[in-house]
């Protein structure tokens, strides 16, 4: 992000009594970002001098405002007013005509004539383009920074509509700024300053950075929801999830499905049984009956962050948040890309929970038993795929976790055992999977296909008739000739939704015939 200078307009706008005040206000934020815009601003100049392209750099919108360094600024007033009078004009005459100006003292004037106006062997004018891109998208940055800043103090003095509208203000600077990236603009190399090849900051040790998607996938009611809570806890609290170190950072916990007072329950219970005993790292939201617009979500969600420094956030469950079709690539592609986009713009590891498609999982690959599109499997960073292991019980639940990274060395599979309300690690249990060794193929039956529909869920075609020929070999024909005849003897019903068709067992018993294949 941009290095916030504020201006004699912020000062206005924020209330604040002086300059000086508003300047310490913003200091702390100020260390945490780049030292690498000066060195942009000089390398900047130095393209547009080796390429004499200031007129271009002026007609593509630089302007004072796109520097910090106070020498830097000064040169491109003077560029301004060289140009409107000659737009030939080259870097000999703006500096020549800065210097006899007596604008600067004498310190800047040799950081004037210090610049390289000689290009290198490998420089091109491609260059050029570059500097402009790069200078533009900062100075977008700093002022959505502004607004930020103004949107928490108004937040603080209670102003809540107005800090509503700056945060608005701050995304719609950031939007322009990304606007002002083109999609393809490769840089050279060698242009990479070094703190690019500096990873992010990492919150699990060899597994997951800030900034990253984490998915966990299992079965439904496998207490997915438990683990998830279970590891933000620990990292809030430093404390080492599974044998995997943890950074203690903030983090948030979004709930879209349990009622506010079970949510903070269910939290305590498992960080009493933890011994974690400090959660003041611990941010809860309960969002359960409220109509949630994801992008709009995001907006809060980020301003949040910002302001509280949360390192990774947790949304459960998802099916309350994503949009489209969870079995069309295109959807769930476009919903992981707002999550990606929540994960960069809050710089916080995002974490999702989903489940697995119906019937057996074991006879497949850990990256694809989950429901729907194969996006939700190969989208995220770190996959965790929670499976039964074959000595589970009803008594003792047992799971296999397969992490697959996409960062990190791999880690092999292992396992963890259920005792209310904790997940431990179990290290000497094998890791064999329930029903691994798969089921005998049949030319199906309606006892195989209502196998397959738990409960009172609905199930959508498309994953059904998947499951039936994944779990018992059955044909797609033969499944719709099933299909049809569990509809005529009321042994399902139907609902249609658009072109979709989503099937489940008919409770309806005096509906249901005596009727059988």
Not at 55 to 69: K, N, P
Not at 193 to 204: C, H, R
Not at 334 to 343: G, P, T
Not at 380 to 402: G, Q, R
Request: aromatic share 8%.
């Amino acid at each position: 992000m941009a290095k916030y200078i504020p201006t004699d307009e912020d000062q206005l706008a924020t209330g604040y009594e002086s300059k000086a005040e508003l300047v310490m206000e913003v200091l702390d934020f100020n260390q945490k970002v780049s030292e690498s815009e000066e060195q942009a601003e000089c390398r900047a100049l130095e393209s547009f001098a080796q390429f004499n392209s200031f007129a271009l750099a002026i007609e593509r919108g630089v302007s004072t405002d796109c520097f910090i360094d106070p020498v830097y600024r000064l040169i491109w007033q003077q560029a301004q007013r060289s140009i409107q009078a000659d737009p030939n004009a080259d870097f000999h005459e703006i500096s020549t005509q800065l210097i006899e100006s007596r604008a600067i003292p004498q310190k800047a004037a040799e950081k004037l004539l210090a610049l390289k106006i000689i290009p290198p062997p490998d420089a091109t004018a491609s260059h050029v383009e570059t500097r402009i891109r790069r200078l533009i998208v900062n100075a977008a940055n700093r002022k959505a920074v502004r607004h930020i800043h103004q949107a928490d103090l108004l937040a603080k003095q209670g102003v809540i509509n107005k800090a509503r509208e700056a945060t608005h203000q701050a995304v719609e600077a950031w939007g322009k700024a990304e606007v002002s990236k083109p999609m393809f603009a490769p840089t050279v190399f060698d242009d990479y300053p070094e703190q690019a090849f500096t990873p992010p900051d990492i919150l699990i040790h060899n597994m997951v950075y800030r900034g990253h998607k984490m998915l966990f996938s299992g079965a439904s009611k496998a207490r997915k929801t438990w683990l998830m809570v279970y590891l933000l806890l620990c990292i809030q609290a430093g404390k080492d999830f599974f044998g995997f170190i943890t950074e203690r950072k903030p983090v948030l916990i979004i709930d879209l499905e349990l009622i506010e007072s079970q949510l903070l329950e269910r939290v305590r219970t498992i960080a009493t049984a933890a011994g974690i005993w400090n959660t003041t790292d611990l941010h809860v939201i309960s969002l359960r009956g409220k109509r949630v617009e994801f992008s709009k979500l995001k907006i809060e969600i980020v301003s949040y962050c910002k302001q509280h420094g949360i390192a990774a956030i947790g949304i459960d469950p998802v099916y309350r948040v994503k949009t489209g079709e969870e079995n069309s690539n295109d959807d769930a592609a476009e919903f992981m890309l707002e999550v990606e986009s929540l994960a960069s713009d809050a710089n916080a590891a995002v974490i999702l929970a989903h489940h697995f498609a119906k019937g057996g999982a074991a006879s497949k690959a850990s990256i694809d038993r989950m429901s729907g599109a194969g996006v939700w499997a190969r989208d995220p960073d770190v996959l965790m795929s929670m499976t039964e292991a074959a000595h589970s019980t009803a008594e003792v639940p047992a799971f296999v976790i397969e992490p697959t990274l996409r960062d990190f060395a791999p880690v092999k599979p292992f396992v963890i055992k259920w005792d209310y309300p904790l997940w431990s690690k179990d290290d000497r249990a094998p890791t064999e999977l329930k029903g691994a060794a798969g089921r005998p193929k049949a030319d199906g039956t309606p006892a195989q296909i209502m196998e397959l529909i738990e409960g009172d869920e609905e199930v959508q075609s498309t994953e059904l008739q998947k499951a039936a020929n994944e779990n018992f070999g059955i044909p797609k024909r033969r499944f719709f000739e099933l299909i049809k005849n569990m509809l005529n003897t009321g042994t399902i019903r139907r609902r249609k939704e658009g072109r979709s068709s989503f099937y489940a067992i008919n409770t309806d018993q005096s509906f249901q015939k005596t009727e059988t294949l």
